[in-house]
């Protein structure tokens, strides 16, 4: 699977932005999609996950915020970002792992990874 991240910007706190992650070469919906991001000088964070069918989890720290969701027909996720806060910055990143299992909230639980997408939001 090839996946392609797009959408990212500078933004000012309070803003918002949309994601976008196309992905190519397997079919769609045998993969559940993940949007991870990671900070300078910090660990590669969860912040959201998508069903097969569409069903999305968030992490702590967006939940209320921010939403995903997929558009199985354009091979495409999205990560609508809401409210954006200074700490939202960071480089975003788009995954996808098989769709067996419980939601997958770990990198490791991601088979393939998009180029990333920088999000910084100014104070």
């Known amino acids: 699977v090839q996946l392609q991240a797009s959408g990212g910007g500078l933004v000012q706190a309070g803003g918002s932005l949309r994601l976008s992650c196309v992905a190519s070469?397997?079919?769609?919906?045998?993969?559940?999609m993940g949007w991870f991001r990671q900070a300078p000088g910090k660990e590669r964070e969860f912040v959201a996950t998508v069903s097969w069918s569409g069903t999305p989890y968030y992490g702590d720290s967006v939940k209320g915020r921010f939403t995903m969701s997929r558009d199985n027909a354009e091979n495409t996720v999205y990560l609508q970002m809401n409210s954006l806060k200074p700490e939202d910055t960071a480089v975003y990143y788009c995954?996808?792992?098989?769709?067996?299992?419980?939601?997958?909230?770990?990198?490791?639980?991601?088979?393939?990874w998009g180029q990333g997408t920088q999000v910084t939001v100014s104070s």
């Open positions: 070469g397997r079919t769609f919906t045998d993969y559940v």
């Open positions: 995954a996808a792992g098989s769709r067996s299992g419980r939601p997958k909230k770990t990198t490791y639980e991601y088979d393939y």
